[in-house]
């Protein structure tokens, strides 16, 4: 969320931000917010009038005045009367902050004076690409989703029955790999220094609004209403939330957690895109990184954020590129982002694998995550910056397409043979 007070004193420079992204028109807001800073004025005038009277009360007591005489009984009515245009003002005054707060939650975050300005991901930088050596020859090669129906590990068919579309099984070997993945990414995270985290899949309102999925993903996801409770639409949810409304102390500052979770997210704004396979299911799992950290070392920290995404790939063996995000493709509660995209063969193309953010204060303030710096007064947010590391189900698609072999199996990546306990996938 974005601080008022820097809408109020920089409403030039915070409109300029806002139009790299889009059309933002703040007047309806700072309309609002003059409003509640001149009833807040009035009540606290009031207030100190009041006091003010109170203590007239007393004094007059005090030097022998008559407490039922007219003298006190006229002050007293006075006080009354003030009180009661204390009392007119304070519900205006929360509709107010209730209508401001309600507009600065559905506004973005402000783009990173470094983030690349653009309409479109059609502006997107290309930074650095790896393993171009190990691109495959895409001629004869399946997609992902035949070679594992071809080799008996997932179905599709069968998922539609017991869910619905854009859902998946995976069997035997299918379900191994999943679960090698899943164990390999943690077990690299987790010597980078990451602590394992195994939060709650469900998660309640406050947790989504304070990440910044509420309101404005509400249509993507699922929600069960009987108890206001919400399907994780990634582990970056409950892990933002896992401090929030804490003052952490700057010696605590970074930490590094990571976590597996199912994920879940209806795609309400991507029909008709990937509708067969293993890129955009209702359902999913990701290792997902996050840190909590000083403002001062956000942005080296997504360097390092990003290098520990690429490391999975480089383990792997994958062919990948990194794109910096323009400002019209960044997320919502992203100041700079950094995409990863793996080489699919049978595309011909790179295709999103992670995503890794700089949120800044964004969280911080959603949230209300802050921190104490030893020898200074009051408090900081903290800044937030998240990556998957990786989603697991894209990570096998590039895998099964990658290491497809001729004869119709596929050869499992060395780092993973220990999980796997073979070699070679083959056709049971």
Known sequence: MLDIKLIRNQTAQVQAALGKRGLYDLQPLLDL????????????????????????????????????GEEVKALREEGNRVKQEIGALEPQERELNAQIEEILLTLPNLPSDSTPVGKSEDENVEVRRWG?????SSAGRLPHYEIGEKLGIMSFERSVKIAQSRFVTLIGAGAALERALISFMLARHTHEGYTEILPPILVNSDSMQGSGQLPKFAEDGFKCDRDDLWLTPTAEVPLTNYHRDEVLTDDQLPINYCAYTPCFRREAGSYGRDTRGLIRLHQFNKVEMYKFVHPDSSFAELEALTADAEDILQQLKLPYRVIELCTGDLGFGSAKTYDLE??????????EISSCSNCVDFQGRRANIRFKESGKKGTQYVHTLNGSGLAVGRTMAAILENYQQPDGSVKVPDVLQKYMGTDTIRAT
């Open 132 to 136: 171009d050596e190990l691109i495959p």
């Open 342 to 351: 793996v080489w699919l063969p049978s595309a011909e193309k790179y295709r």
């Open 33 to 68: 917010d003059d409003k509640q800073r001149e009833i807040e004025k009035k009540r606290s005038e009031l207030q100190a009038q009041s006091n003010e009277t109170g203590k007239a009360v007393g004094q007059k007591i005090r030097e022998g005045a008559d407490p039922n």
